[in-house]
C-alpha cells in the first residue's frame, strides 16, 4: 500500500545520466489519475526497462495512486527496477537532474522548469489532459513539440510513446530557447 505520509527524498542527481535511467512522472500539485494509471502498469515497467531504465519515481499530487501498486512493486523488484509512487515531492527540481526521462502533465509551470534546464534537461514527454474545456494544454504541448522541444500524447498513447524512444530511452531533440522579453523597452517607447 501507498504510504501517503512518507516524503519523497530527491535522489542522486547525475548531470550526464549515466549513472543510473529514471524516469520521473509528474502531475504537479493537481490530481491527473489518468495519466498516473497509464504509467503504473505492467506493460509501462516492462517497456521502461527493455529502453535501460532501472526505475520509475510517480508524483500523484491530489490524486490516487492504482490499486495494483503492491502487484507493481513486486513486478519491479523481479526486474530490478525501481518504483517509489509519492502524494508531492519537494526538491522538483533534485528529481529533475536525477531523471533521464521527464513524463509530465501540460502544465506549463512543470513543462518549462523542466526544459530550463538546457542541454541537461531530461527528455520530456508531455500528457495532455482530455478533459479540461478550452484545452490551453494542447496547444503549448503541440507547440513545444513543434519546435522539437518534446514529445506528447494523450494518456491511452503512453505507452506507445514510450515504446517508440529509441534503443537508448531517448528521441532526437532541439534544445528550448527562451525568448528575450521586450515588454520593458516597448512601455519605455510608450511612455517616454
Known amino acids: 500500500a501507498l504510504d501517503r505520509e512518507s516524503k519523497a527524498m530527491p535522489p542522486t542527481a547525475r548531470g550526464d545520466h549515466t549513472a543510473s535511467a529514471r524516469a520521473l512522472v509528474t502531475v504537479g500539485t493537481t490530481s491527473f489519475d489518468d495519466l498516473v494509471h497509464a504509467v503504473c502498469t505492467e506493460d509501462v515497467i516492462r517497456a521502461l526497462k527493455r529502453k535501460g531504465y532501472d526505475?520509475?519515481?510517480?508524483?500523484?499530487?491530489?490524486?490516487?495512486?492504482?490499486?495494483?501498486?503492491?502487484?507493481?512493486r513486486a513486478l519491479a523488484r523481479a526486474l530490478s527496477f525501481s518504483l517509489e509512487i509519492y502524494d508531492y515531492i519537494?526538491?522538483?527540481?533534485?528529481?529533475?537532474?536525477?531523471?533521464?526521462?521527464?513524463?509530465?502533465?501540460?502544465?506549463?509551470?512543470?513543462?518549462?522548469?523542466?526544459?530550463?534546464?538546457?542541454?541537461?534537461?531530461?527528455?520530456?514527454?508531455?500528457v495532455v489532459n482530455e478533459r479540461l474545456m478550452d484545452n490551453h494544454q494542447r496547444e503549448l504541448a503541440e507547440e513545444l513539440a513543434d519546435r522539437g522541444c518534446l514529445r506528447w500524447c494523450v494518456p491511452s498513447k503512453v505507452l506507445a510513446e514510450i515504446c517508440a524512444l529509441g534503443a537508448d530511452g531517448t528521441y532526437q531533440r532541439r534544445t528550448y530557447e527562451r525568448g528575450t522579453c521586450r515588454l520593458s523597452e516597448h512601455l519605455d517607447e510608450l511612455l517616454f
Open 90 to 126: 519537494d526538491d522538483f527540481d533534485a528529481f529533475l537532474r536525477a531523471s533521464k526521462l521527464v513524463i509530465s502533465h501540460a502544465g506549463a509551470g512543470s513543462v518549462f522548469e523542466t526544459l530550463r534546464h538546457g542541454e541537461r534537461a531530461p527528455f520530456l514527454l508531455v
Open 55 to 72: 526505475g520509475l519515481h510517480v508524483q500523484i499530487g491530489r490524486g490516487s495512486a492504482p490499486s495494483s501498486v503492491d502487484k507493481l
